[in-house]
């Protein structure tokens, strides 16, 4: 399975940083990171991740207290294969 995940964020470059910082806990979430990309004209970050396990990135989405300060939101789409 995969995950499209959108992070709508107050400031695209303080949240790199802190995506950067996380990568650890990411991987303990069962996230493998494909593609990472900012969306121009808007502060949004999207990711493409392969996904091992969906209620463990549910559980890290809404429990990742480092990128909480810059973040608005996410929204997170699984997405598999047909």
Known sequence: MHALIRFDTTDADAFLDAYA???E??????L???????EQGTSAVWGLYDVADREKVAEWLSS???LRNTLS???????GTV
Not at 73 to 79: D, M, R, S, V
């Open 73 to 79: 939101g996410t929204e997170a789409h699984y997405l």
């Open 64 to 66: 990742e207290t480092g």
């Open 32 to 38: 493998t990171q494909l593609q990472l990309w900012r």
């Open 21 to 23: 910082s996380a990568s």
């Open 25 to 30: 806990r990411r991987d303990q979430a069962g």
